[in-house]
């Protein structure tokens, strides 16, 4: 018999010896099933109950300490009788299922957390999915669908020898994309910075970082409108540098598409 929330309520029930009618054969079956959840809560019911209805053997004080605390206390106070001593033990048992009651609510509560988490992260992977394909579609009609457009190949040097690129840039566009793979990760004070190669000089087109998979897909709207000479990636302190000074993971040159 699959396990449910209300066999977690009829365990309860069961540890404080609460009468059932047919839902106790029901319960009884389930837990004969083998159920490791609803046999170890009532195992944890059990002890508590008995914690709660735990009773001390009575003593018969003296007779004059007996008579020196009656005389002590106001006329309103009366010495408890048995029948409010079991109302007690009523009240008792009823606190104890509504501890009972509180912890299955908080267990439902965890359980529905780590839900709502697991699907807001669903849902965030799905997002970042969209908001990738939407910029690969904004990308292709500024960029990659002009006449103009170039692609410029780039491959690792350096310490990342397998890394991996290409550059599409459209000079009427005024915008040059940067897509990479394997690209190592770095510092969170370090980022890549591409750079376009004007006459020997190079000039900074932005920096940006790869995502734990070591990809990147980098939009420059620094590109120059000069025609570049050559490409590189280096690695710099975050934010970016005037002019390199970090190690080239790629490097290219330019060849008509």
């Not at 837990?31 to 018969?60: N, Y």
């Amino acid at each position: 018999m699959a396990h449910s929330e209300r066999h977690e309520e009829l365990v309860a029930a069961v540890a404080l010896g609460m009468p059932l009618g047919a839902e106790r054969a029901e319960i009884e079956q389930h837990l004969r099933d083998g159920c490791p959840l609803c046999e170890e809560l009532l195992v944890d019911f059990r002890q508590a109950a008995s914690a709660f209805a735990a009773e001390t053997r009575a003593v018969a004080p003296p007779a004059a300490l007996r008579e020196r605390i009656l005389g002590s206390l106001p006329p309103a106070r009366v010495p408890a009788r048995r029948g409010d001593f079991a109302a007690w033990r009523v009240l008792a048992a009823a606190a104890v299922l509504l501890l009972f009651a509180v912890g299955l609510d908080d267990a439902r509560l965890r359980r529905q957390r780590e839900d709502l988490r697991s699907q807001s992260a669903d849902l965030a992977g799905r997002l970042a999915s969209t908001q990738i394909e939407l910029a690969q579609r904004e990308l292709r009609a500024r960029v990659l669908e002009s006449e103009d457009v170039q692609m410029l190949i780039l491959g690792g040097h350096g310490p990342q020898p397998d890394a991996q690129g290409r550059v599409f840039w459209s000079p009427r566009a005024k915008r040059g994309v940067l897509v990479a793979a394997n690209l190592a990760p770095l510092p969170t004070d370090r980022q890549y910075q591409l750079w376009v190669f004007l006459a020997g000089k190079p000039v900074d087109a932005g920096v940006f970082d790869a995502d734990p998979a070591g990809k990147a897909l980098f939009e420059s709207k620094n590109f120059p409108e000069a025609n570049a000479q050559n490409f590189a990636v280096t690695v710099e302190p975050r934010g970016g540098v005037p002019a390199p000074t970090g190690p080239i993971v790629l490097v290219g040159a330019p060849s008509q598409g």
